[in-house]
């Protein structure tokens, strides 16, 4: 069986620099990149070659007395493939660290709520409140001014899948104790499937509230990394806190 092909560091930065620029003579990728060394970026090239990373699009001619050839250098499909599957590995080893990160926080759930909490308080510059927050959410949100949407957080912290039936009882319960909500946020550490998101969606278009699903799947963009990012310096201060650093 063929040995899968290796990525280093520095075939990396010059298959970044290939897809990004297109075509760059050697010498332009040691000006383009401090990683990138003149004594060395040859040998890297010749490397990359041999694995089929990068080709030679053209020569040009030196005029210059004595000068040598000059070769233009790109990137060769396999080599734009293999850099898009580094990249998604490693955002889905980023993926894995953050749940298991998150997964460290109490069993109860109140911390990774809080941190979600915080992180949208961060990106939406106002109060949000938890679901089950009883008559104090309506007061504290202002829940008969109408200027000020009604916000409602439910934060789940599972390993596992998550139950249909009960978040579309949560969210009845949502309505009943706020009759003026305008959005639902699910935020979770799990996957929410096509099927239940669906579900979630279609009954909150049928009551006329808005339904925003927060969670950690599969997808490149999944939006739990992608909010807890929007707010890093306090979300990485409360992990800190809970966990005993960060």
């Not at 075939?11 to 010498?27: C, K, N, P, S």
């Not at 992180?119 to 000020?148: I, K, T």
């Not at 935020?187 to 009954?203: G, H, I, N, R, W």
């Amino acid at each position: 069986m063929k040995d899968l092909p290796t990525l280093s560091g520095k075939e990396r930065t010059i298959l970044e620099l290939l897809v990004a620029r297109g075509e760059m003579y050697g010498l332009q990728l040691v000006e383009a990149s401090p990683e990138i060394k003149r004594g060395a970026v040859y040998a890297t090239l010749d490397r990359m070659m041999d694995k089929g990373f990068v080709e030679i699009s053209h020569t040009v001619e030196d005029k210059r007395e004595g000068g040598l050839p000059r070769k233009l250098y790109r990137a060769t499909v396999f080599g734009s493939r293999i850099l898009d599957t580094w990249k998604l590995a490693r955002a889905a080893q980023a993926e894995a660290s953050l749940r298991d990160l998150l997964l460290q926080l109490p069993k109860d759930g109140k911390k990774f709520e809080h941190l979600v909490r915080l992180a949208l308080e961060e990106l939406l510059d106002r109060r949000v409140w938890p679901a089950r927050s009883g008559a104090q959410f309506g007061a504290d949100m202002g829940s008969g001014n109408h200027h000020w949407p009604v916000v409602r957080l439910e934060a789940k912290r599972y390993q596992g899948s998550l139950k249909k039936r009960e978040l579309l009882g949560e969210l009845d319960e949502a309505i009943r104790e706020e009759p003026a909500l305008d959005l639902w946020i699910l935020a979770t550490t799990t996957e929410v499937s096509e099927q239940l998101a669906s579900a979630l969606t279609d009954k909150g278009e049928r009551l006329g509230i808005g339904i925003e699903i927060v969670d950690l799947s599969d997808s490149r963009y999944c939006k739990l990394p992608l909010l807890l990012a929007s707010a890093l310096e306090p979300a990485c201060e409360f992990v800190g806190e809970a966990l005993g650093g960060c």
